[in-house]
């Protein structure tokens, strides 16, 4: 959209965002009926999408061998077309997140450890890294800070949630 400036991308983005919190007003899930009008109104876009960035025509596939190279937008809209399902699926599935930044956050920190060090001495390196990264990740995630986290694991005692799922 910014780059490339290419309008159809800010209708796209405007739509998974009206539709991101149309989610959000009806609890997590939309009805079967509701999910049919949307991916209808997807699909028009993305065919509006096709006439401002079509794929490369037969003239300039002329005398050359294998795929004719697309631009990055050109990729961007067959991904769209041919992933819509997965592209969707927040919308008919509570536990799929509209955004992956959970996921990209859990892994952050092992990609910043490997590009400072270069990699782990050892296996049992990694995966006392991973061990450690993982509690406190989801003690943040219930709410309790990494210091008070590691605090604890140093004393011996666990967090309140883990304590409740213990019983």
């Known amino acids: ?8 991308a800010k209708d796209v983005k405007l739509f998974l965002l009206e539709v991101n919190k149309g989610v959000a007003r009806e609890g997590g899930q939309l009805t079967l009926e509701r999910s049919s009008e949307l991916r209808f109104r997807y699909r028009s876009i993305l065919k509006k999408a096709e006439q401002e960035c079509p794929a490369p025509s037969a003239e300039e596939r002329k ?28 919308m008919e ?4 997140p509209f955004t992956n930044n959970q996921a990209e956050n859990d ?17 049992i390196g990694a995966k006392i890294f991973c061990r450690v990264r ?21 004393k011996g005692k666990l967090p309140l949630f883990l304590c409740n799922n213990l019983e």
């Open 1 to 8: 959209m910014e780059q490339y400036d290419q309008k159809w």
């Open 63 to 90: 005398n050359k061998r294998g795929r004719i190279k697309r631009s990055p937008p050109r990729n961007l809209l067959e991904r769209l077309i041919e992933y819509e399902n997965e592209v969707l699926r927040f």
């Open 107 to 123: 892994i952050r920190m092992t990609k910043v450890q490997q590009k400072i060090s270069g990699c782990f001495r050892s296996n």
């Open 134 to 154: 993982s509690y406190i990740s989801t003690c943040r995630k219930n709410g309790v800070s990494a210091s008070l986290a590691l605090k604890l694991l140093f």
């Open 93 to 96: 599935d509570k536990i799929v």
